[in-house]
């Protein structure tokens, strides 16, 4: 799992633009070195999650997701490993990995997922925890 905040990033001139006089600044959240995946965008869902609600415990044989925390608070599990997600937070979540999350704020939880698929015909499977 790589989970980040975006708030701890630097903005750096877009590539496309003059250096001395940016039009656009960015802050690069993910790179190939970070998501070294080849694929096809399945989807880009702007997510809601209401207070106190969680998404069953699951993985996609072929997707990868990226999820990019817009406001709320979420704790999410990823594998054996936990985190609190907060605005501005993003985390990479790869295929085959069990993961769920849960809104655990005062407030709703909203965010954006992106899934990126790596081969056809692949399936969500949601798991019982252990």
Do not use: C
Request: aromatic share 8%; net charge negative; charged share 30%.
């Amino acid at each position: 799992m790589k989970k980040f905040s975006v708030k701890d990033l630097e903005y750096i001139p877009a590539g496309h633009e003059d250096v001395n006089n940016p039009g656009v600044l960015k802050k690069v959240m993910f790179t190939v070195n970070d998501v070294k995946i080849e694929g096809t965008i399945q989807m880009v869902n702007w997510s809601k999650m209401a207070i106190g609600n969680k998404f069953s415990r699951h993985y996609h044989e072929y997707m990868d997701e990226v999820f990019i925390i817009i406001s709320g608070k979420a704790e999410i599990e990823v594998g054996e490993e936990k985190a609190i997600l907060e605005a501005t937070d993003a985390i990479y979540l790869p295929q085959r990995v069990e993961h769920e999350m849960e809104n655990v704020g005062t407030e709703d939880l909203y965010y954006i997922a992106m899934g990126i698929v790596t081969a056809p015909g692949g399936k969500t499977v949601v798991v019982d925890k252990k």
